[in-house]
């Protein structure tokens, strides 16, 4: 369960924050507070808010609720003091009280954490920015939300996303969806996430909050708006693999999914207007509007389009629609006799959608994804990343052998490409094809001790996820500190892995409450983002061998008794290895 997408703190302002537009012709109610939605809700960094508030004695308040709304009210503190004035936290209301006599900018901070149903600590992070005037003021216009014959701006400004190196070697790919707030303007005032995609969020929403839009007008006058937009990272191969790369929240060993560039994936440029239209959004990562595109363009061409079947299909991965992509490759290979370059690649990304849909464990849709490659082989027996794909499958259905050999094909055509590395250690391990494996991670410890993550192979990791604010985190210490003691002298590693601010503050706590194993404050939050860590306390449980053996949320004694049960099974495990 990913909280990202889970925890989203309800807001409430005195005042009438978001109270509706007032009727035609009557006077808008004057407002002496406002904040507006939080922004940035799931960025590392934190949320943002904007608070203009009157200077006449009162107060604004921000009313915080955790994921199950009014039963489950957060707590917080404040983080950083306004210079203007003053601030506190009441649960569940973040308070700002502006200093007698002052107008103009200030800005505050504090942490809300509340509990989910499972008992989990989730947190936000919220810098909130004021504006103190000194007259009431009529609710700012509400941005308008697209549909019901509102036409979608044309774009005049597109940023292209850059694509974390880290999320690259990790084979991380998906579709980020964000909500943004288009101002009268045409440029991007806001964006939050609406569905995640860990290690790659950040990079969308600083890539969407530089797009800018063509006004949207209504009854003639320029309109805020609101529209939903995607970033795909999904048509690039991934990076060599170096240390701290993988990220083991993906459903399946990153080696099966990287596929050439977009304008490299037998689509050519094209003299036709509406193909052209096409490629350029699906290279802008613009897979709706793609996909819009090349169905209007197969409807007009009474569906007997090659080129505008596999756009579709391309569109379609980038959105995730595996069986929608395996549809579409069909009738672009069933149309496209003749153009064997797009015919080869129709193949290959039939068969990597087919590996998708069998979650890379179904041996009938490995077998159809073998055949696919295959095919696509006997037209181009040297096509970009076919041996590769087709060793990886081959190694997922057990037949590692035969994988090899394609691996080795592989290398020798192409010796020094993106998958050269991730090649030679399957050609090493071909388990790495099937097992999901731990990032390989290096961090300097509270003790000052250096430690990477491939130097504790031969012993059960347990990484623990957890703060100092967090209760649940807090609540499971004597269980773990009970774990520690027990397995103290087998081979066993617990590696707690802080998400505090404030270094002094972990430490003492790690002090008082006998702590004794390896801590590592991860101050820039790198080692949570490529662990996907979205919830607190999560604990990871990594065997001998460097496999994620389990991963779980909560500190409710259902969860704590799995995380027991696992690192006694892969103890018990390393010791029949050893013995």
């Not at 549909?147 to 996303?161: A, E, F, T, W």
């Not at 601010?501 to 590592?520: C, G, H, P, S």
Request: glycine residues 8%; contains cysteine; hydrophobic residues 40%.
């Amino acid at each position: 369960m990913y909280f990202a997408l889970l925890f989203l703190l309800l807001l409430s302002v005195s005042g009438g924050a978001h109270g509706n537009q007032p009727a035609p012709g009557s006077l808008p109610q004057l407002l002496r507070c406002y904040v507006t939605p939080l922004g940035g809700a799931y960025r590392p960094e934190g949320a943002a808010a904007t608070m203009t508030v009157v200077n006449d004695g009162g107060m604004c308040v921000v009313n915080n609720w955790g994921p199950n709304g009014r039963t489950r009210s957060a707590s917080g503190t404040i983080t950083t003091s306004p210079a203007h004035g003053r601030a506190d936290f009441v649960a569940p209301l973040a308070r700002y009280f502006p200093e007698r006599g002052y107008t103009g900018p200030d800005e505050f901070a504090y942490e809300a954490t509340a509990l989910d149903a499972d008992g989990a600590a989730v947190t936000m992070h919220v810098r909130v920015t004021v504006k103190v005037v000194t007259e009431r003021f009529p609710p700012p216009v509400q941005p308008v939300r697209l549909g019901s014959g509102i036409m979608p701006p044309r774009q005049l400004k597109d940023v292209r996303p850059v694509f974390p190196p880290e999320a690259q070697r990790a084979g991380m790919q998906g579709v980020v969806i964000l909500e943004a707030t288009v101002g009268a303007d045409g440029k991007v005032t806001d964006a939050r996430v609406m569905r995640s995609v860990p290690m790659l969020d950040s990079a969308a929403l600083d890539a969407v909050r530089q797009w800018e839009y063509t006004p949207t007008l209504i009854n003639g006058q320029a309109v805020p708006i609101i529209m939903t937009v995607s970033v795909s990272f999904g048509m690039q191969a991934p990076l060599p693999p170096a240390a701290a790369t993988a990220a083991p929240a993906l459903p399946a060993p990153p080696t099966a999914t990287a596929l050439p560039p977009v304008e490299t994936a037998g689509l050519a440029r094209s003299k036709d207007s509406e193909l052209e239209l096409g490629l350029q959004a699906l290279e802008r990562r613009q897979f709706e509007e793609a996909l819009k595109i090349y169905k209007r363009t197969s409807d007009a061409r009474g569906k007997q389009c090659a080129d505008c079947f596999f756009g579709m299909a391309l569109a379609y991965e980038g959105l995730g629609a595996a069986k929608n992509v395996a549809e579409s490759c069909d009738r672009a290979i069933a149309l496209g006799a003749g153009n064997t370059p797009l015919v080869v690649q129709a193949h290959q990304h039939k068969g990597i959608a087919l590996q998708m849909i069998g979650e890379y464990k179904d041996p009938k849709r490995l077998s159809e994804a073998e055949a696919e490659f295959r095919l696509a082989l006997a037209l181009d027996p040297d096509g970009a990343f076919l041996h590769y794909h087709l060793g990886v499958v081959l190694m997922q259905l057990q037949r590692d052998s035969e994988g090899v050999e394609e691996l080795k094909k592989e290398l020798a055509v192409r010796p020094r490409s993106v998958h050269a590395d991730e090649t030679a250690r399957l050609i090493d391990n071909p388990r790495r094809a099937r097992e999901l494996y731990a990032p390989d991670v290096s961090l300097v410890t509270l003790a000052r001790e250096f430690v990477e993550l491939k130097d504790l192979h031969g012993k059960v990791v347990v990484l623990d996820f957890w703060g100092t604010w967090c209760p649940p985190c807090v609540k499971a210490v004597p269980d773990l500190r009970d774990l520690q003691k027990k397995h103290g002298k087998d081979a066993f590693a617990l590696i707690g892995i802080s998400s505090d601010t404030d270094e002094q503050i972990l430490r003492d706590f790690v002090a008082k409450n006998q702590m004794e194993w390896t801590q590592y404050w991860d101050r820039d939050r790198k080692v949570q983002q490529i662990y996907g860590i979205r919830a607190w306390p999560t604990y990871i449980v990594i065997d001998r061998e460097g496999v994620i053996r389990l991963r779980t949320t909560g500190n409710n004694p259902t969860e704590y008794s799995r995380l027991v049960s696992e690192v006694k099974r892969q103890l018990k495990a390393a010791s029949r290895a050893g013995s």
